[in-house]
């Protein structure tokens, strides 16, 4: 089982910058995809960012290119989400994912965690 920890939201000016941090626990292990997704109340998830264990090969939602980047730091089991020139679109609850694939005789299974998020709130 993994715990995933999210910090670093807050409220800040359009144009202002925050790094949020999400940090894995429990039985973490290893080779595990970490990503970003934003949502507001009442809203469904929306992609954000993902990056592979390497750290090689990042993905990001086409709303945040060039704003957003993530990474991680594998020793500390903590992925980062550097969110520069924010705009008020960016206001949303972030929740931080682990996944997992899970190789078994017959098939694949993905085992996802999340965390319980943590709010940004870009003031215009």
């Known amino acids: 089982q993994v715990q995933l920890v999210e910090s670093g939201g807050g409220l800040v000016q359009a144009g202002g910058s925050l790094r949020l941090s999400c940090a894995a626990s429990?039985?973490?292990?290893?080779?595990?995809?970490m990503g970003w997704f934003r949502q507001a109340p009442g809203k469904e998830r929306e992609f954000v960012a993902t990056i592979r264990w390497s750290g090689s090969t990042t993905i990001y939602a086409d709303s945040v290119k060039g704003r957003l980047t993530i990474s991680r730091d594998n020793a500390k089991n903590t992925a980062y989400l550097q969110m520069n020139s924010l705009v008020p679109a960016d206001t949303d609850g972030y929740y931080c994912e682990a996944a997992y694939t899970v190789f078994v005789p017959t098939t694949t299974r993905k085992d996802i965690y999340w965390g319980q998020g943590t709010k940004v709130t870009i003031s215009s």
């Open positions: 429990g039985r973490t292990g290893s080779n595990y995809v």
